[in-house]
């Protein structure tokens, strides 16, 4: 199959997706914290449901919520509390259809006095399965959405709402998007899972994936994954985006080709060891597409790739590791490399060559009762040139965004999450602080010191003295208390209320001869109803 048939084939199922809710636990949900720990593959995600010990777990969820059941057995009730709004099937397929509606609005208090937020969004949800092997999903958002201040200036330098796709002007200062993802699975043995769609992945167990995370818009996706013994291996080959308009082409976008592999080894029932590789390939500025040893399978693709150019391509590596002690305990970390110098790290002079990220957490689950308390502390340190390349087309993003870290390189970040369950009531509170390096101008010229993406390595103003923050940076503090109450557990929706407090730069955040730009504060409350499907990232 040519790579535009295979594209096409990928666009054309992007309605339909292998992240059923009967087969997999989406990103954010209630259940991620409730897998067993022990014997799992807890770092990738979504996680498939039709392994025994999830589907257990589904059942442990669906049974606590039941148990605080708020209305009898009317069918108008229950398809407003409990049940999908269309389920219909027989022993061999099954058919949901769900809405989608977030409506909530509230204020933002700045220096100028109150300011009107609001988020408007529809769609609907569908999903399915066909016999015992097939599962298909897919979903249709579209949205209307008036944000704080410091959401508009990285809307407005970027051109995207964070994970959501492109953004177009709608009255003042508002932004109307919409976004699509699905897929197709097929599970013809319990060692096989294959599936073709658009949506996004996650590999690791914290807040945080240095590797991959969910950061950026859906891309397509070609996916395999191989289960056997204690082993988990998957392969997901991408198809990503630049949308630069500087880059475009006439007429569409410039792609890129992404090849990923993440082997899962649980040592024992406790400690689990992964690995992680990817390989960025931009094959729009090569004469004769792409290489067909981009289709390998085998994991440490490196030799392969140094035998074909490293011009031709860009080069990750990875490691995820977890130890789960008894009592809810779990400490996690995360390295990645892109590239390093043994004698230059020996030297301890900066080099901008060696370019690598660690995280470390902890974190703890326990049941008190009727209430679920589950804590995170983790630590993000990323240096520059982290995810960048000589070719900007082979950079470490899709549309716009990172496609690991929200904020890129050369990053220096704490985090602490607590949340607090009891029934369909949930209350989360979040806090985060990043030391953020910033590109700079020196004397009208522009040095991307390593940390904007989309400016080739090459834009520095020396080879040495880099280190994480060494440069003019700036803090980006993130605060969220939110109360939630699920009123409909398969629709997956909520009424809340939020609190936010964010103090950091506005975007574009770039210093000027040394000097960084100027940060502000601010609060907001917002409160209404909301579709929890999916999750965004906002404390950027």
Known sequence: MTNRSLLSFATFLFGISAVAQHNYIPLDSRLNDRIPMTGTHRSIWPARLD??????????????????????????????????????????????????????????????????????????????????????????????????????????????????????????????????????????????????????????????????????????????????????????WTQMYDIRESVNLNPGNRRKWISTHYLSWNVTERLNISLYEAVVYGSDTLNGGLDASFFNPVILYRPIEDQMDSRLGNVLL?????????????????????????????????????????????????????????????WNRIRPFVYTHRNVLMNYAHFNQPIAHPLGADVNEWILRLRWERGRWSALAHFSTANAGLANTINGTYYAEG??????????????????????????????????????????????????????????AVAIDGVAPPTTSSNWITFGVRTQLYRTYSDI
């Open 51 to 236: 392994e025994n010990s999830m589907l257990e777990v589904s059942k442990a969820l669906d049974s606590s919520l039941e148990a605080h059941g708020w209305w009898d057995k009317d069918m108008l009730r229950r398809k407003l509390s409990d049940e999908h709004l269309i389920d219909m099937g027989g022993e061999d397929w099954s058919l949901f259809v769900d809405p989608i509606f977030t409506m909530h609005g509230g204020f933002e208090f700045t220096s100028d006095g109150l300011e009107g937020l609001s988020y408007n969004t529809r769609g609907g949800h569908v999903e399915g399965r066909l016999g015992s092997q097939f599962t298909f999903e897919t979903t249709l958002i579209e949205s209307q959405i008036f944000v704080p201040q410091y959401l508009n200036s990285y809307i407005e330098n970027y051109g995207v709402v964070p994970g959501e796709g492109i953004a177009k002007e709608f009255f003042t200062n508002g932004w109307d998007h919409r976004w699509s993802s699905g897929s197709l699975s097929y599970t013809p043995s319990k060692f096989f899972n294959f599936s073709v769609g658009q949506g996004k992945f996650f590999y690791g167990e914290g807040y945080r994936s240095l590797l991959l995370s969910d950061n950026a818009l859906n891309y397509p996706y070609f996916r395999i994954e191989t289960t056997f013994g204690p082993f988990k291996y998957v392969n997901l």
């Open 318 to 378: 990875g490691m995820q590791s977890s130890y789960h002690f008894p009592g809810g305990h779990n400490v996690y970390g995360q390295f990645l490399i892109e590239e390093f110098v043994f004698d230059a790290l020996v030297e301890m002079n900066g080099s901008w060559l060696n370019k690598f990220g660690t995280q470390l957490g902890y974190s703890y689950t326990h049941n008190f009762g009727p209430h679920r308390v589950n804590a995170l502390v983790e």
């Open 451 to 508: 940390v904007d993406l989309w400016t080739p390595y090459t834009s520095r103003s020396r080879d040495h003295g880099f280190s994480t923050n060494d440069q003019p940076s700036v803090r980006i503090t993130n605060a969220r208390f939110r109360l939630a109450w699920m009123a409909q557990t398969a629709w997956k929706m909520e009424l809340f209320g939020e609190w936010g407090y964010r103090s950091g730069p506005m975007y574009p």
